[in-house]
């Protein structure tokens, strides 16, 4: 059984579905409204453990209802939380809205700033056990840099998602042994010298470069329900699969198949596919 860990995010997410992108100061009916789960960090860790694996999360969330929802997500999705702690501010949110042409994401940490390097050192053993590190750049500075200093002295495999490409990347990237990036992501970032960087393409599939070499592996067609979330399944999905074969090409095959089975249904944790659900795409 892979054994990972995600140190980020957890946010309680409003997605809203427009028919288009209002003008300024215009005032505009939506089609819809749906509250899930949410954070990049949480996401992560639900799509690894809808996989097999045995996943700890490490994060912060208010102590008011939506953070008492959010732990539960976690518990129905078997994600051990020892290491999720209760701030004094509200529970991080996500404001989503998507329309026929694209998908836009609001982020108020909230909780989530209040996760340090102190409370990541108290999970200091299950990073050294585990054999995979999840990071993104929904957390401070100082916390995901320990725990990729944590992970590193471990010999702990550490997938780096910078997302959002924040202060958080150069004080992570050296310490990174696989970076995961969307094309707007891959621009700022640019050429650096990490094992296997990884650029998702959306319904074009992915590019894996591993060192000198390019690899283009294409996605399945799906029809498109919602976007929110594709990206995590990604991350987690390809995670659980490159600890298993070690081979970058391969896990991204499995990858993008995740996301693919990720954007066919509503919300970002509850579509966290299976992998019953990867192998019907």
């Not at 409370?119 to 725990?147: C, F, M, P, W």
């Not at 329900?225 to 499995?254: H, K, N, Q, R, S």
């Amino acid at each position: 059984m892979v054994r990972a860990i995600v140190v980020g995010s957890l946010n309680y997410d409003i997605t809203v579905w427009i028919p288009r992108r209002p003008e300024v100061d215009e005032t505009l009916h939506g089609d819809r409204c749906e509250e899930n789960a949410g954070g990049k960090g949480a996401n992560q860790a639900v799509a690894a453990a809808r996989l097999g694996a045995e996943v700890a999360m490490v994060g912060c969330v208010g102590s008011d209802s939506r953070g008492d929802y959010l732990v539960a997500q976690l518990d129905a999705a078997d994600v051990n939380r020892e290491h999720v702690y209760r701030g004094s501010d509200s529970t991080g949110t996500a404001l989503i809205t998507i329309d026929p042409e694209d998908v836009s994401i609001v982020v108020i940490a909230g909780a989530n700033g209040e996760l340090d390097s102190a409370k990541v050192e108290l999970a200091s053993a299950e990073i050294s056990a585990a054999d995979v590190l999840l990071l993104q750049g929904e957390v401070g500075v100082n916390a995901a840099r320990t725990a990729a200093l944590l992970a590193a002295a471990a010999a702990t495999k550490v997938v780096f998602n910078p997302a959002p490409f924040n202060e958080v990347v150069p004080a992570v990237l050296p310490l990174a042994d696989v970076v995961i990036v969307n094309r707007h992501e891959a621009e700022q970032l640019g050429d650096v010298q990490v094992p296997v960087v990884i650029t998702t393409l959306g319904a074009q599939g992915c590019e894996v470069k591993v060192g000198s070499d390019v690899t283009i592996v294409d996605a399945p067609a799906v029809e498109v329900v919602d976007p929110t979330g594709a990206g995590d399944a990604f991350v987690g999905a390809f995670a659980v699969a490159y600890v298993d074969t070690e081979d970058a090409v391969a896990a991204a095959l499995i990858a993008v198949r995740a996301g693919a089975a990720a954007v066919s249904s509503v919300g970002a944790q509850p579509s966290m596919p299976t992998w019953e659900q990867i192998d019907s795409v």
